[in-house]
């Protein structure tokens, strides 16, 4: 008979409840709220910097800091900014899916902690749809990015705290043991995420491209006409 990893999940889920509920059960009644409260604390501050953390992260237009600037050294500006384009491209293609991977999992496992009745899938639409906008955002308004980054998980915090269940610490367990169902869905939602993030920083490095090959013309202008009126000078 086989054991599958979902079922040594969920039983390590459940000795790790009953393991806390002993030591719940072994603290005089009237300081067991001190128990919860303290492992409420630690959850709130852990949710917090992680929102934090993801909102000023998400929000950045730039993810993968990278700067044309620099290949505008050369005899050939054009062809080594073409080139630049292609590596910052591979760049997002090689490292982006990994960081979209990781943020969006973290993220759609809070998701799940705090939801009251919403399925694995209605929370992996959530969480894709959050940070979906939140990256086309980005790349229009910083600050509306990290409000939309922001607002939305911090308001879930609020309701999942407000809420009559909040201190029952069975259903935060059952719900860690759903996540297993979280990754039977994501992939679909990771490549969505990646193909929006792709196919906007393809079409802002082209804009780049030719915004900057606008100011070399215009620089280049510049200087024949300095040069023309300084022959104009020494003629005179």
Not at 72 to 100: C, D, G, M, W
Request: charge should be positive.
């Amino acid at each position: 008979m086989t054991i599958s990893p979902t079922s040594i999940y969920e039983s390590m889920v459940q000795g790790f409840a009953n393991f806390f509920q002993n030591i719940v059960n072994s603290v005089p009644e009237k300081q067991r709220v001190l128990v919860s409260l303290f492992l409420y604390t630690i959850f709130i501050v852990i949710y917090a910097v992680f929102i934090w953390r993801f909102y000023r992260f998400m929000a950045e237009k730039d993810i993968i800091k990278f700067n044309l600037s620099q290949y505008n050294r050369s005899k050939h500006p054009s062809l080594e900014k073409t080139y630049a384009i292609f590596l910052n491209i591979l760049q997002y293609l090689i490292i982006l899916p990994f960081l979209v991977m990781f943020w969006f999992t973290v993220f759609s496992i809070f998701l799940l902690v705090l939801s009251k009745s919403q399925s694995t899938y209605q929370i992996l639409l959530i969480s894709a749809a959050i940070i979906a906008s939140t990256r086309v955002t980005a790349y229009l308004s910083g600050g509306l990015s990290r409000d939309l980054a922001k607002v939305f998980p911090f308001t879930v915090l609020a309701l999942f705290i407000l809420d009559p269940e909040f201190f029952n610490v069975s259903i935060i367990f059952d719900k860690f043991a759903q996540i297993p169902e979280l990754f039977s869905n994501i992939l679909i939602f990771v490549v969505f995420i990646f193909g929006i993030e792709l196919l906007l920083r393809m079409m802002y490095s082209i804009a780049a491209f030719i915004y900057s090959r606008r100011g070399e013309d215009v620089e280049s202008e510049e200087k024949v006409l300095v040069k023309k009126n300084n022959v104009k000078e020494k003629i005179n």
